[in-house]
């Protein structure tokens, strides 16, 4: 039967991280040549491939990838532990891992999270941000304590777990004042062969907003779709395009920035979903999330 070296483990955690041997051996203060042998005795007793030649680099098999999951974990757990014994003062301080999809605009997502700061017992905010099924992998294994979504679990996903509807916010439409004056203010009538940049297809509101405008007789110039709110929203700033974000934040989406509204497009609604494996919500900080989004961002 193999067993685990922890010292082989962490040669090629850092090799893997690295890309090379040469540079895990700098980080780790040995020579290539130790590093080398290490995991070619690593690699001999778990019976396994772990890397192949890719030009002067390596890259990780199949197996060295799984490897490297769990090497993550491992060392993640082992260098908070190391934190934590370095002061104890962490001991009280809660984690709140979040992970926000990639279509959840930023700035709701910004205003949802932060009252977790405010609670009364110290927390340390994690967030990640990705696809959405990227997230809700990480959260069946409790990599996070919440996914915040525009849609619930999808149905596909093997994943156990529950849907909690925080709000929902009808759409507005933006442009820079220079764009918005030349289209005119006819709205949405003035959208029909308008530069317009779309969220792209990962969005809930994407095919919502495709039908909206057929139903509306309006055909604009489609030049962009973004798989990132915030990327969208930046390009909109230059005046390349009108583009759409929760009525719900439009005062700080013309704030940030410094666009005005075109309309507002109450047939289309974004909605927005904390994902948890917990039926009833129970960590501190979800429950402020969730009031948050109650109370102050949807007013439901």
């Not at 778990?46 to 890259?59: M, P, S, T, Y």
């Not at 719900?248 to 410094?258: F, K, T």
């Amino acid at each position: 039967m193999a067993t685990l070296n922890f010292k082989h483990l962490r040669y090629f955690w850092m090799v893997a991280r690295t890309g090379s041997i040469a540079r895990a051996a700098d980080q780790l203060h040995l020579t290539p040549q130790s590093i080398s042998g290490q995991l070619t005795e690593f690699a001999e007793s778990l019976g396994v491939e772990l890397f192949r030649k890719a030009g002067r680099n390596l890259e990780l098999t199949d197996m060295g990838r799984r490897m490297l999951r769990h090497a993550d974990d491992i060392f993640s757990a082992s260098d908070d532990l190391l934190e934590l014994l370095r002061d104890k003062s962490l001991a009280a301080v809660m984690p709140f891992r979040v992970g926000c999809a990639d279509s959840v605009s930023k700035l709701i997502a910004f205003r949802l999270v932060e009252p977790a700061l405010a609670l009364k017992e110290p927390v340390k905010l994690i967030c990640r941000e990705g696809r959405l099924a990227s997230l809700i992998a990480d959260l069946a294994v409790h990599r996070l304590d919440l996914v915040i979504a525009d849609r619930p679990l999808p149905s596909h996903l093997s994943v156990r777990g529950y849907n909690h509807l925080l709000g929902e916010s009808s759409l507005t439409a933006f442009a820079t004042a220079e764009l918005a004056a030349h289209i005119g203010a006819d709205f949405p009538a003035c959208l029909h062969g308008a530069p317009m940049l779309l969220p792209g297809e990962d969005f809930a509101t994407h095919q919502r907003l495709l039908q909206w405008l057929a139903q509306s007789g309006v055909h604009p110039r489609v030049v962009g779709e973004f798989d990132d709110g915030a990327m969208m929203n930046t390009f909109g700033q230059t005046g390349a395009g009108v583009f759409f974000a929760p009525t719900a934040i439009a005062a700080q989406v013309c704030d940030q920035y410094r666009v005005v509204t075109l309309g507002r497009i109450d047939s289309v609604v974004e909605q927005v979903y904390a994902i948890t494996t917990e039926r009833r919500l129970s960590h501190p900080a979800t429950i402020a999330v969730s009031n948050v989004a109650r109370a102050l961002l949807f007013g439901v």
